[in-house]
């Protein structure tokens, strides 16, 4: 599914952050990625989607590399999603049109089949209710699921979370990890950043550790 | 015997003032379709290259553009306008427009300028991420916000604009002031007929202020806390939308 070779990342003031890494996914695999913080984490996250672009390697999507000219990054972001720290809704918009601005405007989906799509979405992830309700007026917890939803509108086959838990207290600590975790049963590949042992060895089918921009 | 207010209501001078003021709104109503239009266009240039540092050649004429217009007074650009630039064109109206419409669409492109600097650098990050192109992130995530965020400062601009428009009676359009400084001059009385134009300027600003005050309440109504009223609006919506 994923298969990174010798990727590095060196950003202009010299710092540099991926030395030499090399890393392979599997379909449906779930992968998470411990380590201290300044290790290289989100920045790996980041070059995997080309939100950061690397400085040298190649990074294979579906048998394509990603880092050729020729590649539309925008066609292989809308198959590899992401969850931020931060949620990063939209602000501007209800919670519905997060979810449906991009299989309406992306992938092109009828304004009604996408709405049915995420209300259905809404539903199974116990958030109907805040169909209709602005970023703002949501929990943290409840945006990140939100999140979450938005990335899987999108039918990825593959979600990228960058601590999707760090900025919430514990009991919407647990509502996100119960939603990743019922992810696990839709096949969908996943690659985790998160600090939390316990939510580690609940959804983890492999943990890498990382250390001063290298797998250990 | 008629006294001087009467005089201007009764006599040829109330549709002097009624011409000056179709005047005044026509260059105003003209000018801000113009503004609006090539504000939102160099904002849009210079959020492009903000963004993914493309455009550096546009980005750098809309720098100049902006520059130059911010840097020299309103009057100026009116005169250089009207006898150098645009001297061949018959119609003072147009040469009128297109210069109210340039002055302002620096300062419109400035303010949208600063109101998609207040989005914050995360809504453009999260649309990348979904597989948005630039331009796409730019006209359907952050220019609405942008937009939302600069409601204010563009009603100023536009009132700002209906105010320095009096100006143009100086290339030969007779807008409201003028038409009150030609009364003053016929009247020998310059206290009525600019008593009179003062307060069309204040209506007419006054009528603009509360239009806008309405958009923004009605946009804060919208993301606002009454989410019942929303949610049954929406729900109406969407089940419309789904009956369709």
Known sequence: MIDVQHLNKTFENGNKVLDDVNFKVAQAECVVICGPSGAGKSTFLKCLNLLEKPTSGTILFDGQNILESTCN????????????????LFSNLSILENITLGPIKLLHIPKKEATNQAFELLKKYGIADKTYNYPHQLSGGQQQRVAIIRALAMSPVAILFDEPTSALDHQMQLEVQETILNLK??????????HDPVFTENVATRVIQMECGRFL | MHTRAENIMKSKYYFLILKGFAGTLEIVACSMIISLFLGMLIAAVRAHYQFSSKLRFLNCFAVIFVNIIRGTPVMLQLLIMAYIVLVQLKSVFLVAVITFGLNSSAYVSEILRSGIKGVPTNQYTAGAALGFKNTQIINLIIFPQALRNSLPSLLNEFSALLKETAIVGIIGFTDITHAASIIRSTLFSPIMPFLIVGAIYFAISSVASYCFEKIEQLIAT???????????????????????
């Open chain 2, 222 to 244: 919208r993301e606002g806390s009454n989410c019942k009223k929303i949610s049954a609006i929406s729900e109406k919506r969407e089940e419309d939308l789904l009956n369709d």
């Open chain 1, 185 to 194: 049963e839709t096949n969908v590949t996943m690659v985790i950043i998160t």
């Open chain 1, 73 to 88: 990054i925008c066609k292989v972001r809308q198959k590899m999603g992401m969850v931020f720290q931060q949620f990063c």
